[in-house]
């Protein structure tokens, strides 16, 4: 698989490859990531680094990008500031039988966020980034300081979590769900995404529904794979609440899609302790 440059959502734009992304290949979709100064409206207490420096510190301790994409923005003067998302693997995790760990590196030069670092993964057969853990596991760190030397060091820790997050998916998929279970948790991940007091476009079913031959087992790790890829890309046909027919959308905007893929996780590991 080449390099594919894509839209991600409404308000991004993605470049994932199956090669560590080159700086004019991250440039093309997320200038961003290169921007040589913070935003105008930064205070002098404002310590910029930019994330090229981040990235390439990074890329000395063995990390490199396999995705990048940042939000689409009106004013074109906040291109070159606005929120980006790379996802990196460590040289020891480059590849994966099925799945692959990825530390996301988030990061703003205009004031909307903090450097972030936040537990990854991909799953091959769909290429969909899935978000693990809790958001008290993340790591913040603010634009000041040694910003080069905390990210690297968050990047570490991020890596040692994986532990864990591997355990999370065992158990996930040692865990076989009969039918009334599957159709509660796709419930559960409908309340997620759509408004309670409204009938949601597309039924419990149509989420569970697989996209490929792979993915009929019925265990808790494949059942939430089928949930959250059918969630995230959207395209399945259905009824708005005046009984349009409409086609759900890719989840829109890289907080969203951060935010729902937690979600799932975290309905997904909770169902995985009652079980156990």
């Known amino acids: 698989m080449g390099t594919l440059a894509s839209s991600f959502s409404s308000n991004a734009v993605v470049r994932r490859s199956d090669h560590p992304l080159t700086n004019d290949e991250i440039a093309e979709v997320a200038p961003s990531v290169l921007a040589h100064a913070a935003h105008e409206s930064r205070s002098a207490r404002y310590s910029y680094i930019p994330t090229i420096d981040v990235l390439d510190a990074l890329r000395k301790e063995g990390f490199q990008p396999f995705m990048v994409c940042q939000t689409r923005v009106r004013n074109d003067d906040m291109r070159e500031y606005t929120k980006h998302m790379l996802r990196l693997r460590h040289a020891d995790q480059i590849t994966g039988m099925r799945e692959t760990n990825e530390v996301i590196l988030l990061n703003s ?25 809790h958001e008290l596991s993340d790591i913040r760190i603010p634009h000041k300081g ?27 998929a040692a865990t076989v769900l009969d039918e009334a279970e599957q ?19 597309v039924t419990e079913r149509q989420l569970l529904a697989p996209r490929r031959a792979e ?5 808790l790790w494949t059942t939430f794979n089928r949930l959250q890829e059918n969630m995230i890309r959207g395209g399945l046909h259905g009824r708005n ?22 979600a799932l996780w975290a309905l997904a590991d909770e169902l995985r302790r009652l079980r156990s």
Not at 146 to 172: H, N, P, W
Request: overall charge positive; charged content about 25%; glycine content about 10%.
């Open 109 to 133: 030069h205009n004031g909307s966020s903090s450097y972030q670092m936040i537990a990854g993964m991909i799953r091959w057969a769909c290429q969909n980034g899935i978000v693990c853990g």
């Open 215 to 219: 993915d009929r087992s019925p265990d």
């Open 183 to 201: 159709l509660a948790f796709a419930r559960a991940a409908l309340t997620l995404r759509y408004d309670e007091d409204k009938p949601a476009p």
């Open 146 to 172: 040694d910003v080069i030397r905390e990210v690297t060091e968050g990047a570490f820790k991020v890596l040692q979590s994986f532990g864990e997050t591997e355990r999370q998916r065992e158990g996930m």
């Open 241 to 262: 609440a005046s009984g349009r027919a409409t086609t759900t959308r890719a989840v829109t905007g890289i907080d969203q899609n951060i935010r729902l893929n937690r």
